[in-house]
């Protein structure tokens, strides 16, 4: 079993909520997590907000989040593991 199918929050894994508009090629991390429900909830929120359809994408509890228009917004949920530095070890 990966480390992406582990819905369980782990204190070293963080989920980031990521929004891109092409139009004006803003790209914004909107949203930090520590689960992949919570973060998937908000990419779908947002959409539901902004984009007639959004609601038709299903949230699965193990895959990460992502809609795309044909107008050039995104929203995605990406998976991250934090890593102390070797320095803060000594």
Not at 66 to 80: F, I, N, P, Y
Request: with cysteine; aromatic share 6%.
């Amino acid at each position: 079993m990966s480390d992406q199918a582990n819905p369980v929050p782990s204190p070293n894994r963080i989920f980031l909520v990521l929004w891109r508009d092409d139009q004006n090629g803003e790209f914004v991390i909107v949203g930090v997590y520590s689960s992949i429900e919570d973060a998937n909830i908000e990419a779908r929120r947002m959409g539901e907000d902004l984009v007639n359809g959004v609601t038709q994408v299903p949230i699965n509890e193990t895959e990460p989040l992502r809609w795309d228009t044909a107008e050039g917004l995104s929203c995605w949920v990406e998976q991250h593991e934090i890593r102390g530095s070797q320095s803060a070890a000594m």
